[in-house]
């Protein structure tokens, strides 16, 4: 035990080091290790008494779920579902070991330490002390650790709510990963942007580079991603106002990701094709069918054509209607400890997004605040106690939630 946790409870050094053992286990694609995460997982539930099972996937990956009995089953459950797979690592950039769980300063270092194993021990660490404390709940609780969501979840979640397993569970209502808050405050996020991966095909005349030729695919391709770019800058705009009181889940990105184009890198040869990837993530107040439409005609050149790599149809936000049981009960939470909470669009893709497609109210919070927004970055990091004291936070929500009459 460092010098660090000899300061905390048995229960809270247990949390913490059941956390750096989840981040030593690495899960990043490709070659994640889902079977060292499931067995670590599933010994920690088991260490409370809950019994969990295995699901395997048709993509052939795992899912995790465990499931605590309420007084009234059946009554729709409550879902925590966090994702055991993390980004891959640029190590050379890092200051230590990304998957060493160091911890040193107050902070516990390592990938995934935000995105989302912390939050997925503390959803486990606050259902596993109601069960040991003998604290019975109204509705069922349910517990999944799914693969996959770094890749877009289609292996893993989307698999997940198509299989009977699923609709045993009788999901009413769902919390999932969120983000980290720099301020004093906590961020509850009820909707995301939609994600749309769009690929620019360009085809135009060829020849010698000594020479002026029109038409050329780069060309089109040039004139058409001016285009996206350009409404770019205007969203961007519409961020850095400071009137507009906008976040980055209130207006649509676009950014520029891959360019191809040219023959083996010949430099006098103008190639006869070329491609360019976007990313674009929508807000929810924009038309999806008029955005297509801007696309037609952004695209709208000779030779020039897109197709989606990814295309979510339909935008789902969950309601935050005061006069809403399920955030009505989580409002009760956050007024009761005193901590302010900022609802947000959540500003990238989440597995939530397929659970509100089914029209079933989630939300995403990751229990973390005072502290720098971290995911996908590198020295990747969460502060102990900040982690420590989340799980009381997300105890007191798996209450409330799962006692909604």
């Known amino acids: 035990m460092s010098e660090s946790e000899a300061s905390l409870s048995g229960d809270d050094a247990a949390a913490v080091e059941r956390l750096r053992a989840y981040v030593r286990i690495n899960t990043a694609p490709p070659s994640a290790d889902y079977a060292g995460a499931v067995a670590l997982l599933s010994a920690s539930l088991a260490s409370f008494g809950i019994a969990s099972r295995v699901l395997t996937l048709p993509s052939g990956l795992p899912v995790l779920l ?35 769980a160091e911890e040193r300063d107050g902070k516990i270092f390592g990938r995934g330490t935000q995105d989302m194993k912390s939050c997925g021990i503390q959803q486990l660490e606050a259902v596993g002390r109601l069960v040991r404390s003998g604290v019975r709940l109204r509705r069922t609780v349910h517990l999944s650790f799914v693969p996959d969501e770094e890749l877009g979840g289609k292996r893993g979640m989307k698999q997940l709510l198509e299989t009977d397993d699923w609709r045993a569970l009788n999901v009413g209502v769902a919390l999932d990963e969120g983000l980290a808050n720099p301020a004093d405050a906590y961020t509850l996020f009820y909707g995301e942007r939609a994600p749309w991966w769009v690929r620019v095909h360009a085809t135009g005349n060829v020849g010698h580079g000594s020479r002026f030729i029109e038409g050329t695919a780069l060309q089109k391709l040039h004139d058409v991603c001016a285009k996206f770019l350009a409404f770019r800058k205007q969203q961007k705009a519409l961020l850095d106002d400071s009137h507009g009181c906008k976040t980055l889940g209130d207006v649509t990105t676009v950014n520029l990701t891959n360019i191809e184009g040219g023959i083996g890198g010949q430099p006098n040869v103008i190639p006869g094709f070329a491609h360019a990837t976007f990313d674009i993530r929508i807000a929810p107040t924009v038309d999806l069918a008029l955005f297509e439409k801007q696309l037609d005609e952004w695209c709208a050149v000779d030779g020039v054509r897109y197709e989606f790599l990814q295309k979510l149809p339909s ?26 909470i900022e609802p947000e669009i959540f500003p990238a893709a989440t597995d939530s997004r397929f659970i509100r497609a ?48």
């Open 315 to 340: 935008h789902n936000i969950s309601t935050i209607d005061a006069n809403d049981k399920w955030w009505s009960a989580l409002l009760g939470v956050f007024q009761k400890i005193g901590v302010k």
């Open 66 to 100: 465990a499931t605590v009995e309420g007084l009234e089953p059946s009554l729709p459950s409550v879902l925590l579902n966090s994702h055991t797979d993390v980004v891959p690592v640029q190590r050379e950039c890092w200051s230590c070991d990304p998957f060493a």
């Open 358 to 405: 089914r029209e079933i109210p989630c939300y995403g919070f990751s229990p973390i605040k005072n502290s720098p927004i971290l995911l996908h970055d590198h020295n990747e990091f969460v502060f102990r106690d900040d982690f420590v004291r989340g799980i009381g936070v997300m105890q007191a929500l798996v209450q409330a939630l799962a006692n909604v009459e």
